[in-house]
């Protein structure tokens, strides 16, 4: 059984920063591709950023330039780097992992909330 445990959110003035961590834990053989979604209220979850275990990135248009993901293989753990927030970034917060386990399968962490206040 794999669980992805997510920390760092909370409430912050729009300018402001957030560094979200998720760690993976379990019977884990390696980890493909991470990344974050958000889902805002009444509204569908969305693409935030993902990171392949080649360190390749991908980010939504929204967040380019201020949101940055990195990755620790090691501690197979992901981070966004969440800069220059903004009241439109208020949302719940999921990271997500392909996982080798048994076999592979994608997993979600529980969430984590970001309100940010203008």
Same mark, same amino acid.
């Given at each position: 059984?794999?669980?992805?445990?997510?920390?760092?959110?909370? *409430? +912050?003035?729009?300018?402001?920063?957030?560094? *979200?961590?998720?760690?993976? =834990?379990?019977?884990?053989?390696?980890?493909?591709?991470?990344?974050? &979604?958000?889902?805002?209220?009444?509204?569908?979850?969305?693409?935030?950023?993902? =990171?392949?275990?080649?360190?390749?990135?991908? &980010?939504?248009?929204?967040?380019?330039?201020?949101?940055?993901?990195?990755?620790?293989?090691?501690?197979?753990? +992901?981070?966004?780097?969440?800069?220059?927030?903004?009241?439109?970034?208020?949302?719940?917060? &999921?990271?997500?992992?392909?996982?080798? =386990?048994?076999?592979? =399968?994608? &997993?979600?962490?529980?969430?984590?909330?970001?309100?940010?206040?203008?």
């Amino acid at each position: 059984q794999v669980q992805l445990v997510e920390s760092g959110g909370g *409430l +912050v003035q729009a300018g402001g920063s957030l560094r *979200l961590s998720c760690a993976a =834990s379990g019977s884990i053989v390696s980890i493909n591709n991470m990344g974050w &979604y958000r889902q805002a209220p009444g509204k569908q979850r969305e693409l935030v950023a993902t =990171s392949t275990r080649a360190d390749s990135t991908n &980010y939504a248009d929204s967040v380019k330039g201020r949101f940055t993901i990195s990755r620790d293989n090691a501690a197979n753990t +992901v981070y966004l780097q969440m800069n220059s927030l903004k009241p439109e970034d208020t949302a719940v917060y &999921y990271c997500t992992m392909g996982v080798w =386990s048994r076999g592979f =399968s994608e &997993y979600w962490g529980q969430g984590t909330q970001v309100t940010v206040s203008s």
